[in-house]
């Protein structure tokens, strides 16, 4: 099927990302958010993305305009009737998700195909959700969506081998490389990473280093562009606790339970980047 228009719900960090993607790739863009501000924070948050790729000649100002005029919102999913692909990228829990893709299954084509950008949560029990899982997948896009290359393409048990090659096709055309991981906990991504960032909160609360000592020792002596407790500050710190609690009792595996100190900051509203407070202080 020839996919032309692009639904995607939740108009965060991760869902106006995704929407300046498509839209850049030149497919038209219905982003959903239940709340209108929402909605205005992300077209500016896009219009300033895009503005930056200008400044560095990487876009043109046509094409920028281009891409903002391919975005259109709206606050009700019912505006997604029509649309060929849609993806979801609400709050990370299972059970707002479920209704969702049983919501989405009811207004959507017969056969347009609906995508999570969920890092942990199963991709089966979404489709179990709806009456077309061979049409239900997992497409994880990494943060920032607009620079990362990576998208994780998950393969619930009932998804079939047109919907993974529709998703590898437009990872493609998105210029990025789809990468497909099996329905497990965690899927590819998280599995590896979130126990490496688990582990530097283990280290700061034992006191083993500071927060900036555990960045530094990653960063000049791994060679990563950003320590993990500034990623992890990035992600959101309650992303991470979601994550590490998917993997702990999804696995059963005591490697992978969240650090007190993790839970503590969490509770205490301290989530990073987003909040102002969490490892590090954000202006």
Do not use: W
Not at 26 to 52: C, N
Not at 128 to 138: C, E, F, I, N, S
């Amino acid at each position: 099927m020839a996919i032309k228009t692009v639904g995607v719900i939740g108009a965060g960090t991760m869902g106006n990302g995704i929407a300046q993607a498509f839209a850049q790739a030149g497919f038209d863009v219905v982003l959903v958010d239940v709340a209108q501000p929402m909605l205005d924070r992300a077209q500016t948050t896009i219009a300033k993305s895009l503005a930056k790729f200008v400044e560095k000649g990487t876009l043109t100002a046509v094409a920028r305009d281009e891409s903002i005029a391919r975005i259109g919102t709206a606050t009700s999913a019912s505006s997604l009737s029509q649309a060929d692909f849609i993806v979801e990228a609400i709050v990370e829990d299972e059970a707002a998700k479920r209704s969702l893709f049983s919501n989405l299954d009811a207004l959507a084509k017969p056969e347009t195909m609906l995508a999570s950008n969920t890092s942990s949560i199963s991709i089966t029990t979404l489709g179990a959700a709806t009456k077309r899982p061979d049409r239900v997948l997992g497409m994880h896009f990494m943060n920032p969506v607009p620079m990362m290359k990576l998208v994780e393409l998950i393969r619930g048990q009932a998804t079939s081998d047109d919907t993974m090659r529709v998703a590898s096709d437009l990872c493609a055309a998105l210029g990025k490389t789809g990468v497909e991981a099996a329905d497990y906990p965690g899927f590819l991504a998280n599995r590896i990473l979130m126990p490496m960032l688990n582990e530097a909160f283990f280290a700061v609360m034992e006191g083993v280093g500071t927060p900036d000592a555990v960045d530094a020792v990653m960063k000049l002596g791994m060679n990563h562009p950003m320590g993990p407790l500034q990623l992890a500050d990035l992600i959101g710190l309650d992303v991470c606790l979601a994550i590490l609690n998917v993997l702990h009792e999804g696995l059963g595996d005591p490697k992978f339970r969240p650090c007190p100190l993790l839970r503590r900051m969490v509770a205490a509203g301290h989530l990073g980047r987003k909040s102002g407070r969490g490892f590090y202080t954000y202006a």
